[in-house]
């Protein structure tokens, strides 16, 4: 029998946990505690409390400890399992969640629990298994069709997730977050205008959802119609949305006798492209100056992860974290240096930056745009992605244009060797994209209708990953390009036969106004010229800085009319062809893109200027 003094005070404590004030009832079930030490209801209540403001430790201890007294209960399995998932400790939290579905086997929480935690786990099918079991155990469960959709995501399934969104949204049409993935899938499935759509209604629906804006922040930079300006003032809208009511400014740390503390932030520290511009950096950056922290956030690690991990001081993977939690860490780790990777793009911390995690924050690589927060102190690009003077006033970092090129591309080790042009061999003549189909809108294809016009004979070959055949190819026929003028490839296994399919491409087309960065360096490493539109903001000028680096600016036009001219003109000059694809492999090695250990110097010596002009700032001294 617990003391009476103990039930009253967990009683008093649930009537304040319930009513939202937090730290009074974590002060109450403290005292309950103090009183009796093994009263479940107050080790279990206050587990749950700990959990929901992040605090997983304290609440798996609490838990744990109550899950002594009573192993078998449901409630406590559950939110144990969430707090290890948590804690990244999934064994245990599949483990908890298995042992609750045993106990009640319709038990909707922890179905939901091991799914998420499968899904951590990159058991993508068995999660699916879990969620579908659900879904038809229960079909009036919103939040089960909305994990499901979420784990379709994660296989890459978006026409499913898609149907399970719009089930969600069938029995609960204001469900808290269903747009949001219908629209993540909408995305995943090149449906831009779809996707901006469910992302706007999610902002209308929930204006505080931050990562809905962020999400439609993404989508927009594939809307040919938006001007520079526009796609500004809705960047400086979402900084504003989640700008803390206080700044919390930190004053860099003397770095003078130690090492300056670098961390990096990213979902993508794995077998992605951002990875692949990385690499290099952090493989060859002066490490007696500086201490490399890696700041993964996602389920999959794969052997770039662990190649990764293998060159950096500290290691943490951050995936399922809450933001208070991944605050806590990076601050007691005290980088002098946050380069956030990702941007507006999946996975982001952007509200959490937002906060001020670092001295001296910069964006980098990720996201081919501002990220509109105020405490993002500097953006690190080239002066042809973003000429002195033209962009600066479209971002709200500073820029810092820290090297002949913004990136440092590792190709794959197993690339094939440059063949030759296909119509050499007497093919047709071959344009290609390889690019994020939803780079590839209207306007793009009704660009590339007419450099087919220009060449009779020719052919565009378009391959991309979740390349819908059908849409497609009603696409291709709105924009006037007919059937037998457009193959489509789907992905292949290997990045090898990846690469081996621009055995097949005679020249290479970037989209507008969204190029490519990896597939562009992908194209030219297989000798295929690459013919860019030079546009008014970052994402349409990489194109004109990459193939300006290999000495082949003029493969950039400042106009559509130039664009068409300038690939007719390559098309029709065969043997100025053969000699590009012959020789831009050497000339790509011999640019910067490939001095590794160049642009890690260059690159280091821009993070510690950086370091010195916000140190000088926040002294007084000019910036």
């Not at 009263?39 to 409390?49: C, D, I, K, N, P």
């Not at 995690?357 to 509109?372: C, E, F, K």
């Not at 793009?444 to 378009?462: F, Q």
């Not at 037998?484 to 992905?491: F, H, K, N, S």
């Amino acid at each position: 029998m617990a003391a009476p003094a103990a039930v009253r005070l967990a009683n008093e404590a649930l009537a304040h946990h319930r009513a939202g004030r937090l730290d009074r009832a974590a002060a109450l079930y403290a005292k309950a505690l103090a009183i009796e030490p093994g009263h479940f209801e107050s080790l279990q209540l206050a587990g749950a409390l700990a959990l929901q403001r992040g605090f997983n430790e304290e609440a798996a201890g609490l838990l744990g400890r109550a899950l002594a007294l009573r192993p078998a209960n449901p409630d406590c399995l559950v939110r144990m399992g969430a707090a290890c998932a948590a804690l990244g400790r999934l064994e245990e939290a599949e483990s908890c969640a298995r042992r609750a579905i045993a106990i009640v086997p319709q038990s909707s929480d922890a179905a939901r629990l091991l799914g998420g935690v499968l899904v951590r786990a990159g058991k993508i099918d068995a999660a699916i298994a879990a969620f579908r079991a659900l879904t038809n155990a229960k079909p009036n469960d919103a939040d089960a069709w909305v994990a499901l959709a979420s784990a379709e995501l994660q296989r890459g399934w978006p026409a499913v997730a898609c149907a399970a969104c719009e089930r969600a949204l069938k029995v609960n049409p204001a469900h808290a977050t269903a747009r949001f993935v219908l629209g993540q899938a909408q995305l995943q499935g090149h449906e831009v205008g779809a996707a901006l759509a469910s992302f706007s209604a999610q902002v209308a629906h929930r204006p505080q959802h931050h990562l809905a804006r962020s999400f439609r922040l993404f989508a927009l930079n594939y809307e040919a119609g938006i001007s520079r300006e526009q796609l500004f003032a809705e960047h400086r809208e979402f900084g504003r949305a989640v700008a803390p009511a206080r700044s919390s400014a930190l004053r860099p740390a003397r770095v003078e006798g130690r090492r300056v503390r670098l961390a990096f932030l990213s979902p993508d520290l794995r077998r992605h492209a951002v990875a692949t511009f990385l690499e290099p950096l952090v493989e060859h950056i002066d490490r007696k100056r500086f201490e490399i922290f890696l700041y993964h956030d996602h389920f999959r690690v794969d052997e770039v992860s662990r190649r990764l991990q293998a060159r950096a001081d500290r290691w943490c993977n951050f995936v399922g974290h809450a933001d208070s939690a991944v605050a806590a860490v990076v601050r007691a780790d005290a980088p002098d240096v946050l380069v956030d990777l990702a941007g507006h793009t999946h996975h982001n911390r952007m509200a959490l930056l937002a906060q001020r995690l670092a001295p001296v924050q910069v964006n980098y690589l990720g996201y081919a745009n501002t990220t509109g927060l105020d405490a993002m102190d500097f953006r690190f690009t080239d002066s042809v992605s973003d000429p002195e003077g033209e962009t600066d006033a479209l971002h709200t970092e500073r820029l810092v244009r820290f090297a002949p090129v913004a990136w440092a591309y590792a190709p794959p080790a197993d690339a094939p060797d440059v063949s030759p042009p296909p119509s050499a061999a007497g093919a047709p003549f071959t344009f290609g994209c390889f690019n994020n189909l939803s780079k590839v809108n209207a306007a793009t294809l009704a660009l590339w209708r007419r450099v087919l016009d220009a060449v009779p004979g020719s052919r565009l070959l378009i391959k991309g990953l979740r390349l819908d055949e059908a849409r497609m190819r009603a696409r291709l026929d709105a924009a006037g390009i007919p059937a037998e003028r457009a193959v489509l490839l789907t992905p292949v296994a290997s990045t090898r036969e990846h690469l081996a399919a621009y055995s097949q491409v005679d020249l290479a087309l970037d989209p507008h106004p969204y190029n490519g960065t990896t597939t562009t360096c992908e194209a030219l490493w297989m000798g295929v010229p690459v013919i860019t539109l030079r546009g008014d903001r970052h994402a349409s000028r990489v194109g004109t800085s990459l193939v300006t680096v290999v000495g082949h600016a003029d493969w950039s036009a400042g106009s559509e009319d130039e664009y068409v001219a300038r690939a007719a003109a390559l098309a029709s000059d065969r043997v100025t062809l053969v000699a590009a694809r012959a020789g831009l492999r050497a000339r790509m090695a011999a640019s910067p893109l490939l001095d590794h250990a160049g642009q890690a110097a260059r690159f280091a010596a821009a993070i510690e200027q950086c370091i010195e002009r916000v140190g000088k700032n926040s002294s007084g001294g000019s910036p």
